[in-house]
């Protein structure tokens, strides 16, 4: 049984939302109304994950998640309106350490009740995975200038570990059906998860998203997830391909691999981001995109879950700009357009 903390102050929801939880595996350690008793809560109770509601009547579930992953850092999956999926509510709980967010499930009666129902329990069963750690401050400590655009890119590559899942999915979540431009993902997860991974973002993600597989030529509007333990490469086409080499620092697949990849292959023409998570995969691949003249991102500390992949990054210099989700997301929609994005922020 997965320990679970019950944020929601609608008693009606709750009502017959716990029983179905219940069912699915979940067991209620504490169930609370408020903010101020999730905090309580959430210390005592020992919960593996969190499940808040938004609105609450004393503050958001920002405003909760923030004092959870400060104090008694457990993964949060917030619960949101659809009015609300992309507003700064949820923008703000993902700054603050939310692992996900999700829809909330409409009532029992309601079209599309188990389809959504089924989602949350999926996404509650990746999240209590995520490994999560007290929020830190870590200050870049350098800043870098951009280099020329030299035209519009070919391939996006995304690494990320803890904390991934929820950042990939805000980005997603901000991209049009037909975005343009392919995107590569390497996200650390436990053995066997990426196919939930996969099935996750698929529904709740207007993209396609589908595993990375041997010698298939990446096209507009997918996410392909590097899966199998293997480690997935780009080749000349682009072409991806998979390989079983030994893990590289521990990682297979590996970010930093992944991204060399695209440096050998698309050069100018990739563009690569690192997102949250531990330790420092993808640092050096990133540098070396950026030495081949691709343009290169990392996550910024306020919006990341763990300051550590980005952080390493900017400490290499790979880095041309650190931004929050909510900025990556606009530069990525820039890039889809006929100029790639002139907003230039400090790392």
């Known amino acids: 049984m997965i320990r679970l903390l019950y944020i929601d102050a609608e008693s ?25 008793e999730a905090l309580a809560l959430a210390g005592s109770s020992q919960p593996q994950v ?5 609105r ?9 998640t923030r004092e959870i992953m400060e104090h008694h850092p457990v993964p949060v999956v917030l ?29 029992p009666e309601a079209p599309g009740h188990l389809p959504k129902v089924a989602a949350l329990v ?89 595993p990375a597989e041997d010698g298939v030529v990446p096209q507009p509007g997918t996410l392909y997830v ?3 333990q293997k480690h997935v490469v780009v080749r000349s086409g682009p072409v991806l391909a998979l390989e079983d ?7 297979r697949p590996s970010a930093t691999l992944m991204l060399e990849s695209l440096a050998r292959t698309l050069g100018p023409r990739a563009v690569g981001i690192v997102l949250t998570g531990m330790g420092d995969d993808g640092a050096e691949g990133l540098l070396e995109l950026r030495r081949q003249g691709g343009l290169t991102y990392a996550q910024d500390e306020e919006s990341c879950v763990v300051y550590g992949m980005p952080r390493e990054a900017v400490r290499r210099g790979a880095v041309l700009s650190s931004m929050s ?11 889809a357009g006929p100029n790639a994005p002139d907003k230039e922020k400090s790392p």
Do not use: Y
């Open 122 to 210: 999926k996404t509650l069963r990746l999240m209590h995975e995520i490994p999560v750690v007290k929020r830190k401050t870590l200050r870049p400590p350098f800043w870098l200038p951009r280099p020329e655009p030299t035209g519009p890119p070919l391939l996006i590559g995304l690494a990320a570990s803890t904390g991934g899942p929820a950042a990939v999915q805000f980005l997603l979540q901000s991209l049009p059906r037909e975005f343009p431009i392919p995107l590569l993902l390497v996200q650390h997860l436990s053995d066997g998860f990426s196919s939930t991974l996969v099935e996750w973002l698929s529904r709740t993600t207007p993209l396609k998203v589908v």
């Open 12 to 36: 009606n929801r709750a009502g017959w939302l716990e029983p179905l939880l219940e069912a699915s595996g979940f067991k209620i350690v504490g169930r609370a109304g408020s903010g101020e």
């Open 56 to 64: 609450l009547p004393d503050g958001s579930g920002a405003q909760v």
């Open 79 to 107: 619960l949101v309106e659809p009015p609300d999926l992309v507003g700064p509510g949820a923008r703000e709980s993902s700054r603050c350490g939310a692992t996900a967010i999700i829809e909330t499930p409409p009532a």
């Open 226 to 228: 590097a899966a199998g």
């Open 245 to 251: 080499g030994e893990p590289i620092q521990g990682h």
């Open 325 to 335: 989700l909510t900025d990556l997301a606009e530069a990525l929609q820039k890039l």
């Open 50 to 54: 969190a499940l808040i509601c938004l």
